[in-house]
Structure formats: C-alpha cells, structure tokens
C-alpha cells in the first residue's frame, strides 16, 4: 500500500467513524461497482493503526470530559461520574455478545450484498430523518437508555447501518438532549475499539514484519486529523438539528445500491 492510499483510507476512516454515513456500506458499495480488485485489502495492522487514531481522536476532542469521568470515578463513590461509566459499559454488552458469538454470520454479510447495504442505508436516513424532528430536551441518558442504544450499536453492526447515526438517533428519540446524545455515542465506542485492537493484538494475526511504516504513518495522522474535525463537526450538527443532510444523502444512495443490486 503507498503513501497516497493509505491517506485517501485514513480519512475516509476518520470521517465516516463519526458521519452518520456508515463506513462499512460505502466499503461495500466501492467494491460491486469498482470490482474488489480496485480496492486494496486493507491489513489487519494497517485497519488497527487507523482505528487507533480515531479512537485518539475522540479522547482529544472529549479530553476533559474523559478526565473528569475517571476523576469522579476513582473516588468509588455511586456519583454521577461513576454511573456514566457504568451506562458506557451496560451500552457495550449487545455489541460484544454479538462480537464474540454470531462474528462468522455477520461477516457473510460483507460479501457484495448491494441489496441489503442499500435498504440499511435507507433505515438509517428514516433514523436520521425522525431524529432530527425530536423536540429539544435537557434529559439525560438513563440505564435503561443505555442498554437500548447498546442495542442500536450492535445492529449498526450491519453493512449501511451507521454506527453514530443509529447510536444517536436512538437516544434523541429516547427523549435525550441532542448533545449529551452525541457525547454519548462517541464515548460509548472508544473501549469498544480499544477492546477490538486488544483482541486483535492477543489473536497473533498482526504481522509487523515488512510492513510500511511511513504508509502506516500516513494512514494515522489522516485518520487522527479528520476524525477530529468529524467529531467536533458532527457535535455541532445534532445540537444544530443538521442531520437530515445526511439522511437525504443516504436515502439517494440508498435506492441508488438498490437499482444497482436489482438491474446489474
């Protein structure tokens, strides 16, 4: 992989962590119209590397949030800070269950099914569309909130659903305020990635022989930089009730892999 691909991989990855576009479904969608050779494979180390600086990415732009929630935590008293991290871990079940028992399943679905990537994609600008209707709140995330958007995340586990899309509206249609939504979501996946790279790490599968340090570099900073400007710009999106953009953009891309699927 050179240099040039491995920046057009690390931004792609960084933006599409965070817009609600899903990043799996454009993967998909490139492939059946470019053919899977048009698109390198990317490796196991190169996709950890990339997941590594969003996953950076959302700890600098959360940074003091982060800091006082492990503060507030440390103290072992049931306070809000500590409750906060115990909805992020209740959040985090389905997805994991679903990681770890039904992987193989899912995975058959990331085989050029161009069909089911184009009625996800059109889910996820309906999700969008209903989300960007909620009225303003100042509520919270509850426990019971959390597990249901823990719900959310792992169905976004679904080529064309996105991730944040799904997370998002998800709480907002719970009653949640639209920023504390957000700031849900994004911190809601960072031990998720941080547990995927650790497991991927343990597995033995990453090969650091022969690999392209300045690719991997490259890759890095890309994904780094532009899941930061994402991440803040998405903030600013859901609290601006600027979601639909996104939904009009899926629902033409949508029925787009849909007529593709049908009469190719």
């Not at 990043?23 to 698109?39: V, Y």
């Amino acid at each position: 992989m050179n240099v040039i691909d491995s920046a057009i991989l690390g931004i792609i990855q960084g933006l599409t962590e965070f817009l609600p576009v899903s990043s799996s479904g454009h993967l998909e969608l490139g492939k059946a119209i470019l053919g899977d050779q048009s698109i390198p494979e990317e490796s196991l180390l190169f996709t950890v590397v990339l997941h590594f600086a969003t996953a950076l990415s959302t700890m600098v732009v959360f940074r003091k949030d982060i800091y006082l929630l492990i503060k507030g935590a440390l103290k072992f008293e049931w306070n809000d800070d500590l409750q906060f991290v115990a909805k992020i871990a209740l959040s985090m079940i389905p997805a994991v269950i679903v990681g770890l028992f039904f992987e193989e399943q899912l995975e058959a679905l990331f085989n050029g099914n161009i069909l089911l990537v184009g009625c996800m994609l059109i889910v996820t600008a309906a999700l969008l569309i209903l989300a960007d209707k909620a009225k303003d709140t100042n509520k919270s995330v509850s426990f019971k909130d959390a597990l249901i958007i823990g719900v959310s995340q792992a169905i976004a586990m679904l080529p064309g659903i996105s991730r944040s899309g799904a997370t998002i509206s998800t709480s907002v249609l719970l009653g949640n305020d639209k920023t504390k939504a957000a700031r849900f979501s994004f911190l809601m996946v960072v031990p998720l990635i941080f547990g995927k790279i650790a497991k991927d790490l343990f597995s033995g599968n990453l090969n650091f022989e022969g690999s392209n340090t300045m690719a991997l570099s490259v890759g890095f900073i890309a994904a780094f930089v532009s899941g930061l400007v994402a991440c803040t710009w998405m903030i600013s999106l859901v609290r601006k009730s600027k979601l639909s953009y996104f939904a009009y953009y899926c629902l033409i891309v949508g029925c787009i892999a849909i007529a593709f699927a049908i009469f190719s």
